[in-house]
């Protein structure tokens, strides 16, 4: 008798479907087709009206975008794609929004800036030079922008980065808290108030009318502590606790733990906020108007002799003396001071990179 084998019913695969509008989703062409509708009618739009912007261009082509795109999904998906839809197009708006001003302001310096912005005016100071006089550079406001955020930095990171590691290591109980509760209360201190400070300092040691460089560098380094302090707080909570524990183990005391463990570990993070706090005081120009002055015409490289030119100074002497060629100086030293910057956040990141623990 032979066996009869039975096989089983071929099982048919449904064909994929296709997305259109008829189907229960968008297709992919769709969302950027709107968006590009959407930007050449609020283009059009505003050239019809005479009232074309940029910037208002940019956000009403992104509302237009979220409004149809959230209908159309509504009506052809589901309730809940279409509120997917809506929330992932507000973030992209919102990031738009606020990319927005960071792009038209960066655009207005380099545009503005370029104009005078040359080997020339890099390489000469004002000395000699009248206002009106279509002559004159930035090169003593960039040496004495330099010279005090160096003496700052020297003054803030040795105390900022000791206080971060007491704060963390070491503090406990009320004088940890009453620490804490003071670096607080100087990250929100007005710049002026800080330049005031130092002013009085300054009477009291040296009489009225002393104003140099080391005076606006103390300013500033009152500026920059707290700043240091939270940034390097921060870096130093996110070392691991096995490392720490890992050292302890071995018989390591906690000092040398806290030099040759923890401290390395967080080299990257606590150089960017070392930078951070750079640049958060080297744009300052209320407290040095009150501790360097701001009438520094020649390049002064000695801190605690006369009167030290900085950039903010700079471009605040030249905005208040008025006249188109003073106005361009005072862009062309804004975009020197955005370039001084970002070089000083690259060779942060070098800096981190090349000295940061090597991982496998």
Request: charged residues 10%.
């Amino acid at each position: 008798m032979s066996a009869t084998k039975l096989s089983a019913p071929e099982q048919t695969v449904p064909p994929r479907p296709t997305p259109s509008l008829r189907g229960r989703t968008l297709p992919k062409y769709l969302p950027p087709a709107l968006l590009g509708g959407s930007a050449v009618v609020c283009a059009a739009a505003l050239y019809l009206l005479d009232r074309w912007n940029p910037a208002v261009w940019a956000i009403l082509a992104a509302v237009l975008y979220t409004a149809a795109v959230t209908v159309l999904s509504a009506v052809v998906e589901n309730r809940r794609k279409a509120v997917d839809r809506l929330v992932t197009s507000v973030v992209y708006v919102c990031f738009t929004v606020a990319m927005v001003p960071l792009v038209s302001l960066l655009w207005t310096v380099l545009s503005r800036g370029l104009v005078r912005l040359d080997g020339y005016f890099l390489s000469v100071s004002m000395n000699g030079v009248t206002p009106s006089m279509d002559a004159g550079g930035v090169y003593h406001a960039i040496v004495g922008t330099l010279l005090m955020t160096l003496m700052a930095a020297v003054i803030s990171v040795p105390i900022g980065l000791m206080t971060a590691v007491y704060l963390v290591e070491y503090g406990r109980g009320r004088l940890r808290q009453a620490i804490t509760f003071f670096v607080d209360v100087m990250t929100g201190i007005p710049s002026i108030v800080a330049g005031l400070f130092v002013v009085a300092l300054w009477i009291l040691l040296f009489g009225p009318g002393h104003t140099n460089g080391a005076a606006g560098a103390i300013a500033l380094s009152v500026l920059m502590i707290p700043v240091v302090v939270r940034s390097c707080e921060e870096m130093l909570r996110l070392v691991p606790n096995e490392l720490r524990e890992a050292s302890y183990a071995l018989g390591v005391p906690k000092w040398l733990t806290v030099l040759k463990v923890v401290l390395p570990t967080a080299l990257s993070g606590l150089t960017t906020g070392v930078m951070l706090a750079l640049a958060r005081v080297i744009g300052e120009t209320a407290p040095l108007i009150l501790t360097a002055g701001s009438s520094a015409v020649s390049i002064n490289a000695n801190l605690f002799e006369g009167q030290m030119m900085s950039l903010p100074v700079f471009i605040y002497s030249q905005v208040r003396m008025g006249g188109a060629i003073n106005y361009e100086r005072a862009w062309a030293g804004a975009l020197t001071l955005i370039i001084i910057v970002m070089l000083l956040f690259l060779a942060a990141r070098l800096v981190s990179h090349f000295f940061a623990p090597k991982t496998r």
